[in-house]
């Protein structure tokens, strides 16, 4: 009998037992591929904005066709075309109608809000950087030095033009597209995902979609409100150019928070050339107007609509506006809403395992 004590066998390797090399290799390959993918989206950030930008059209259209054959049983292809009709006879019909008296009052907004920087600064530009008192350049080229300035930016203006009105064609193609076939795209997403995650990520996709529908149902019902509002009062009050600033406060109330506040600073500079008084009415107005959507319209709506946490909202908007621009600006909160969806969806009900806080988000303001 050997009486040799026996050897303790090594301890098992900790990394051996807890990362075996096939993981370590799938783990290294995926984050490659998330570094590339993280690198390629930032290199074409503003295609990829773009992009996100037609989906939300898209998912609008293909929203109010699939209502309306819910409602009249017609095929899916008419419904949506009779949906891009009205939609086209709705911008064109107003277009006309209001066009040239929008247009008028657009030159005559531009015209007031420049004129009355240009008396500011002439009144006080000494008190930021020592102006010479009257607001013109020394030895009296004032006019000539603009229009050599706007002669400089003619160029730029008319490229970036061109440019605003192709990118428009381009989302609204790709939209339409998008609109007719939203199944295809998303089915070719997710055969990008490992065969077992399929039928989840087909899941989530679907619901990003639903969610984008509903948030784009309560910002147009916001839009709406504020814009008619807006009109109304500012016609009440007899500011001029009403019809160019309640527009211009409607469309802005697409951008949360930041929009309202941009849209009353044009109203409150025309409003100057009338008085204190007429400027304490505008800002009374404005304030009521968005106390109505935030009080009275917004819950209503948002019991069927997404509510998202407004300190999210904020930040996000902050991080898209500095990295991206107004684009970035335009699109943060419904990209922060379909990365809620993915939050809630994949990480807090499936990585961490709650299914009750996949609905957190549905249920906070109840």
């Not at 990362?19 to 984050?31: I, K, S, Y």
Request: hydrophobic share 55%.
């Amino acid at each position: 009998m050997d009486a040799r004590p026996q050897e303790s066998p090594p301890p098992p390797s900790l990394w051996q037992g807890a990362f075996p090399r096939e993981q370590l290799g799938v783990t290294v390959r995926a984050t490659v591929l998330a570094g590339a993918v993280i690198l390629t989206v930032w290199a074409l950030s503003s295609v990829v904005l773009l992009a996100f930008l037609a989906v939300l059209i898209g998912v609008m259209l293909r929203g109010l066709a699939d209502q309306l054959t819910r409602l009249t049983r017609l095929p899916t292809w008419a419904s949506l075309t009779v949906v891009s009709l009205v939609l086209v006879l709705a911008v064109g019909g107003v277009a006309w109608w209001t066009g040239p008296r929008f247009v008028a009052q657009g030159e005559q907004l531009w015209s007031a809000v420049s004129g009355q920087l240009q008396h500011l600064q002439g009144r006080f530009g000494d008190l930021f950087g020592g102006g010479n008192g009257g607001g013109t350049p020394a030895g009296g080229g004032g006019q000539s030095g603009a229009a050599g300035s706007l002669s400089h930016l003619a160029p730029t203006v008319a490229t970036s033009t061109l440019g605003f009105i192709t990118g428009l064609l381009v989302v609204v193609v790709t939209a339409l597209y998008f609109a007719i076939a939203p199944n295809f795209y998303r089915d070719g997403a997710v055969l990008l995902f490992p065969r077992r995650y399929r039928p989840r990520a087909r899941e989530v996709l679907t619901e990003i979609g639903h969610t984008l529908q509903w948030w784009l149902l309560g910002q147009a019902i916001d839009m709406a409100v504020v814009g008619v509002l807006t009109g109304a009062g500012l016609m009440l009050l007899g500011v001029p150019l009403a019809l160019a600033l309640a527009v211009l406060a409607g469309l802005l109330t697409f951008v949360p928070y930041f929009g309202p506040i941009v849209s009353a600073i044009p109203a409150i500079i025309v409003a100057a050339t009338q008085g204190m008084g007429t400027v304490i009415w505008v800002v009374v107005i404005y304030l009521a107007c968005h106390a109505v959507e935030g009080y009275v319209v917004a819950p209503f709506v948002q019991r069927r609509t997404v509510q998202l946490p407004p300190a999210l909202t904020v930040f996000s908007m902050t991080i898209m506006g500095a990295l991206f621009g107004m684009l970035g600006l335009v699109v943060a909160t419904p990209l922060l809403a379909a990365l809620l969806v993915v939050v809630r969806k994949v990480y807090i009900h499936d990585v961490l395992g709650d299914p009750a806080g996949a609905a957190a988000g549905d249920t906070a303001a109840e």
